[in-house]
């Protein structure tokens, strides 16, 4: 499937993410030798840094939604369909064997915390790469919102992805038609998160 150009962001959107971006866009790629064995020996071997491209697609430049659904890491169901249709859903690749993953988690829990209490029309779900749904468990819930185990769902999550999630981790933001809005390739920030998901929202 084929996916739109990812253009940079406006710069006023840039001047509002400001210098909270400075040193938090490292992320991790995958890497043919075995990346979890090597990630969780504790030398971050196998770590490559994200490009820390923050970029957004235009309303009328958007085009195929994406289908994502699988089975989560408690093994529970989550569908765009009956979970995110008519709301701006961010989606989290990431991996409890990920260090610059660890490192965003708390900035994702803030802004989902901020999201869920506050009614807007937001959902926000994870997909855990590369590790059994009994491994990513701990760290899934203590994010506090679903993740789906491309594991579990044999692999039909980042399939979906047709390929626009390259880094570890990688966050996605989808319009209300679960079209691809926005990406930020590696770790993020909430000022980040909320700057990405607050346009969206504000379009008509």
Do not use: H
């Amino acid at each position: 499937m084929s996916r739109p150009r990812l253009r940079p962001l406006t710069v006023s959107v840039v001047t509002a993410i400001g210098l909270t971006l400075v040193g938090g866009l490292a992320g991790c790629r995958s890497d043919a030798n075995s990346l979890e064995a090597q990630a969780n020996s504790g030398t971050r071997a196998g770590y490559l840094a994200g490009d820390g491209s923050i970029e957004q697609i235009s309303p009328a430049k958007r085009t195929a939604p994406i289908d994502l659904q699988g089975t989560t890491v408690t093994g529970s169901t989550w569908s765009w369909a009956a979970e995110g249709k008519g709301k701006v859903v961010l989606v989290n690749v990431w991996g409890s064997w990920c260090g610059p993953c660890q490192e965003e988690a708390p900035a994702l829990t803030r802004a989902w915390t901020a999201y869920a209490s506050s009614g807007k029309p937001v959902a926000f779900v994870g997909i855990s790469i590369k590790e059994s749904p009994q491994n990513a468990a701990p760290a899934a819930a203590a994010l506090g919102y679903p993740s789906i185990s491309d594991r579990a769902s044999g692999g039909t999550p980042m399939l979906s992805l047709a390929g626009i999630a390259p880094a570890t981790p990688t966050t996605l933001v989808l319009d209300k038609q679960g079209r691809l809005a926005a990406r930020v390739l590696g770790g993020t920030t909430e000022v980040t998160l909320k700057t990405l998901v607050d346009a969206v929202l504000a379009e008509a």
